[in-house]
């Protein structure tokens, strides 16, 4: 007889109640022997126990299966709520030992991976009491909203669109089209958290960092106003120009996501100019004073924005079509940048829709840095407007990786 096909369930279903039953051990330590309900070894059981039941069921013995497992979660169930009762215990460890019957139930079933990957999720969750409370507690009204709204976003529509080519020249295909929403504010929204979590405490530079990840413009707007109505000049500049220097990794990031193809040249454009942004950047940091952490920009997830910017990029990809039977590749390049000058996310998000064959990757890797230089330019003038003269080494920093990056749109024009 083959046993292995049983064995691996079962000795799978072990090690799930072995996993969250050490977490959890170790968690109950301090608890006198003899008052807990489940241990490590009970956790263990549980898993072994589940892995069974799940075997038994796979044997069209389901009813079986059934009997056994309904006494097991009625000890669970009797034993934790005299528990819970008596020394107001929560209820975390009870529901981690039903989880742990189901994932050994799972496995028994047939799908070990799914199983011993749920019991690793499982005890990170649980391993992670600590954090996540002290996560909530940073978290305001507003976030918790903007964290409902990307779960909207995210999950609640996403599964339900069509995957097909619709609307005006077959441009519109709603499941990619809503995909890039979740991946273009899901890229906000978690930098926001990122600074929400780490910017007030490590001050202006780590602000500057993480909130240029999701707008390197906004970010550049709040220190330049900083900036602009202090006496003394802080880490501000530094700030300013290390922001913009992280604009230079998002483009790649989508660009790598969205529009594979173009990636080598947009490399061999942009690198030069990011490694310039950063040396300057890293420079004026050297330079500063410490500084608390300005204000974080604003939240960047609501529902509203979030359709306008799908309705922007359905919008592009039908002119995208049209361009590409009319004028060829030149007038896409063209589009893409007049695009870019409003939005580079959509740019990139419009050359992702495109086919490969309708413009060559190195026209569009130009296209998408002169959306870079315009929007360097924007940033350039907001620094200079409201910080005046106290903004000039974070421009000189702007200016400097601009020309690089011009320089490179140069070059690469003698190349077609």
């Known amino acids: 007889m083959n046993w292995y096909p049983q064995a ?10 072995l996993l969250i ?23 263990t059981l549980l898993g072994l126990f589940g892995g069974l039941a799940g075997l038994i069921a796979t044997q069209r013995h389901d009813v079986l299966a059934a009997i056994l497992l309904i006494p097991a979660v009625t000890i669970l169930v009797i034993g934790y709520a005299r528990r819970t009762g008596e020394d107001r215990e929560d209820s ?7 989880v742990t019957l189901a994932l050994g139930f799972l496995s028994g079933t047939g799908l070990p991976g799914l199983a011993i990957a749920g019991a690793a999720l499982v005890t990170f969750v649980l391993a992670l009491r600590v954090e996540l409370h002290r996560f909530i507690e940073k978290m305001d009204e507003a976030d918790v909203k903007a964290l409902a709204r990307y779960a909207v976003i995210a999950a609640a529509v996403l599964p339900f669109l069509p995957n097909g080519h619709y609307g005006p020249l077959g441009a519109w295909n709603p499941q ?8 273009v504010t899901g890229f906000s929204f978690f930098g926001y958290v990122a600074n929400r979590i780490f910017g007030e405490r490590h001050g202006t530079i780590a602000t500057a960092l993480i909130g240029g990840a999701y707008s390197s413009t906004a970010v550049t707007q709040s220190l330049a106003q900083r900036l602009g109505s202090e006496k003394q000049a802080g880490a501000e500049p530094a700030g300013i120009a290390l922001a913009t220097a992280v604009m230079y990794l998002r483009i790649p990031v989508l660009i790598a996501v969205l529009a594979t193809r173009v990636l080598p040249p947009i490399l061999a454009l942009i690198v030069p100019a990011s490694i310039v942004a950063w040396a300057a950047g890293f420079w004026l940091y050297r330079k500063a004073p410490k500084a608390v952490a300005p204000t974080p920009p604003g939240n960047p997830i609501a529902l509203l924005p979030a359709l306008g910017f799908v309705a922007f990029v359905a919008v592009a990809a039908v002119i995208a079509a049209w361009a590409q039977g009319r004028f060829g590749q030149s007038g896409i390049a063209v589009l893409l940048l007049i695009i870019g000058t409003m939005d580079v996310d959509v740019a990139i998000v419009t050359l992702g829709s495109l086919a490969p064959e309708a413009i060559s990757p190195l026209l569009a890797a130009m296209a998408i840095s002169g959306t870079a230089i315009a929007n360097m330019a924007v ?10 003269r106290k ?3 974070a421009a000189v920093a ?13 070059v690469a024009f003698t190349q077609l």
């Open 92 to 98: 975390t460890t009870p529901i981690a030992a039903l």
């Open 176 to 183: 990619r089209l809503w995909l890039v929403v979740v991946l």
């Open 379 to 388: 940033k350039i003038g907001i620094t200079l407007v409201y910080a005046r």
């Open 398 to 410: 702007m200016v400097s990786s601009t020309l690089v990056l011009a320089a490179g749109i140069a």
């Open 8 to 17: 691996l369930p079962a000795a799978t279903a072990v090690a799930c109640g």
């Open 21 to 43: 039953g050490i977490e959890r051990g170790w968690k109950l330590r301090k608890e006198r022997s003899g008052t807990r309900v489940a241990g490590v070894r009970t956790f």
């Open 391 to 393: 903004g000039l080494s």
